[in-house]
């Protein structure tokens, strides 16, 4: 018989809502209707992360009749984050969820709360750069859901070929290029400041560069034995952003500017430059399709012209919690995901904006142009490096207050530095690291 897709919207305790996409068999809709299995699935309430979502469940419903997928939404950053800490611990998780990987991961206590996956065969399909990112101890937990994206410069081609600027690799090239831009009338840099996150991309789209002038900083920071404010290339990051900010590089709108505000300034022309991740570019795809390839990326620069390197992100993980009463049916989705199906239903949803991290998985030959800028970077491992938060547990909750300070001149870029140093003490303590007690 055949099937039909259903949809329906309710609220949850605390102001959640469950975005319902139910593939219901044939006599109704009731949750285990002739013998069909419901299981949950819990995403990010972006309009990419539902579309992408939605997508693959639709797929995985027509491989699998007998299991049906209900999506639920929740909301981003801290809010978000305590929504998962708090139904992981009343044991309410849905049957798979998404979260981040590398040191938020550790945060909510995978040999606690999730149910490894070390020993599944579809594991084998997942790239081995991505494993670290979702282990803890000795197990394995997650699959990625999503490509690997990047912290980068996002900017206007169109504005660098009329004002005749080559991609910068150093900083004092970017600076350069920067104020030729502001004598032609363009805000150099874009910055969003209502959408407080979005200012750390100076600092954390920096770290490549802190790597390649000390390659064991990572390991160091977490063993307490460097800190930003005193490490002469970690502290850069936030100097840079006190210098383009002194300088008056920045959009004069800065402190009021939301991040999808910032997406149409650079597309519009507006402004030339925008640090920020590269998931950017799925925000745009679906609000500027016909603009995308306007746009290129490259890294943040540093000192080095030959160690112009990309600081990469990976993408969030799907997870099963171990108080699902529906294992084989989550290992069922969870594998679906991590294959070249999955991939390719996340690419019709809302195309790639970086390379997936399932090895059968192909990007299309359309992808924009800023993806392609991307790629060879993390074709050649020596050209990136992964963001501290991948290589490190240590990360400060205040970093984005900061750098809105350094930023707007309330506070110097030695003194952030310093402020975040003393901002992730508590949470170093509190994972009970070597060195920090």
Known sequence: MAATNKRRWAAMAGGVTI???ALAGCGGGSPNDGGTKTITWLVGNTENSVASADKVAEEFMAANPGIKVEIETRPGGAEGDNIIKTRLSTGDMADVFNYNTGSLLQQIGPAQNLLPITSESYLGGVSDSFKP????????????????????VLYNKKIYEKLGLSV????????????KIKDAGIAPIIQSYQTTWTSQLFVLGDFANVMAAQPTFAADYTA????????????????????AGKAGLFNEDFASTTFEQAQ??????????????????????????DKLNELGLFPLPGDDASKNKLTVWMPDASYIPKSTKNVEEAKKLQAFIASKAGCDAQTSAVGAQGPYLVKECVLP?????????MLPYFEDESKNSPALEFLSPVKGPALEQITVEVGSGIRSGKDGAALYD????KQAKQLNLPGWN
């Open 365 to 373: 030959e359309d992808v924009a142009d800023a993806v392609k800028d």
């Open 224 to 243: 307490n034995k460097v800190k930003y404010a005193t490490d002469p290339a970690a502290v850069k990051g936030f100097e840079h952003l006190e210098e």
């Open 264 to 289: 149409a300034k650079l597309i519009d022309g507006e402004g030339a430059q925008y640090p920020i991740l590269t998931f950017a570019l799925a925000n745009m795809k679906l609000t500027y399709p």
């Open 133 to 152: 990112v979702v282990t803890a101890g000795s197990d394995i937990y997650g699959v990625p859901f999503g490509t690997g994206m990047a912290g980068g």
């Open 19 to 21: 975005l319902a996409l």
């Open 422 to 425: 003393e901002d992730v003490k």
């Open 168 to 179: 910068p690799k150093t900083w004092d090239e970017f600076m350069d290029n920067s104020r």
